[in-house]
């Protein structure tokens, strides 16, 4: 990680759960981070106790979903510090919603989980990509916070409209290293996708009976996702650790 330290690192859904241990252990590592959320006010608390290590943290409001949002984030990145080497797309939803059974009032959930697990994801990408190119960056890396749920589909209902979203999420990780790939760049894709995390997200998905539902599930930890993360930006600059799956010991998904 040696290559990282003071280089520029923007992470989405920097207030909660796998975002927070992925900020922290960046900011220890002397990355200066800048961690984007809605909750901004959560991020500056975060910043004051990261103060003290190697690295800085920025806390930057932004909905990803909002394409004004996204713009203005990556233009205070641009004018603050001018260059950007990583970004941990991040920022995720998981709506607990029935394709066969829903209320119109619900669509706008089926909107959020896509807008913010797909499109959010390449509109971060393509303005990181563009400041990256401005500051001719071709060393960088995107990674991207997928789940095991886009790697097969959930034996209960409930989580389809999710699962759908991540299998796009998989799908636009690898054709992005494939468009980097025929542009002949070097800037490097990864996608991690964890097993069950008990974060934050599960609450606003509105699971209901949500610890009956996780009772007996076997879980990881954010900071176990974060390991994996390391692992894939600390890879030599020759090596692409393109995807990274991390069960709970114990899982059948």
């Known amino acids: ?27 220890d590592r002397g990355m200066v981070v800048v961690g984007l959320a809605r909750r901004v006010e959560t991020v500056e608390e975060l910043a004051k106790t990261l103060s003290d290590r190697k690295g800085k943290l920025y806390a930057v409001k932004a909905d990803v979903c ?18 950007i080497h990583v970004l941990v797309n991040n920022a995720g939803y998981a709506p607990y919603t029935f394709i066969a059974n829903l209320q119109r009032e619900q669509y706008s959930k089926i909107k959020l989980c896509f807008d913010t697990n797909v499109v959010g994801v390449i509109m971060c990408t393509n303005e990181a990509l563009k400041l990256m190119r401005e500051k001719g960056i071709d060393d960088g890396h995107i990674v991207n916070i997928n789940s095991v749920s886009g790697h097969y589909i959930k034996q209960k209902p409930g989580f ?15 054709g992005l290293r494939r468009e980097l790939l025929e542009a002949k760049s070097m800037i490097r894709v990864s996608s991690i996708s964890p097993g069950y995390v008990p974060t934050e997200i599960r609450v606003a998905g509105e699971v209901p009976n949500l610890d009956k539902y996780v009772a007996d599930m076997p879980a990881i930890t954010a900071d176990d996702v974060t390991a994996s993360v390391i692992h894939a930006l600390a890879a030599p600059p020759e090596v692409q650790i393109a995807e990274i799956i991390v069960r709970p010991v114990g899982s059948v998904f």
């Open 1 to 27: 990680m040696d290559r990282w330290v003071g280089k520029v690192a923007v992470v989405t859904g920097a207030s909660a759960g796998i975002g927070v241990s992925i900020v922290k252990e960046l900011v």
């Open 66 to 83: 909002k394409e004004e949002d996204v713009a203005e984030a990556f233009d205070w990145v641009r004018k603050n510090l001018g260059i």
């Open 160 to 174: 389809y409209v999710y699962n759908a979203s991540k299998h796009s999420l998989r799908v636009i990780t690898e």
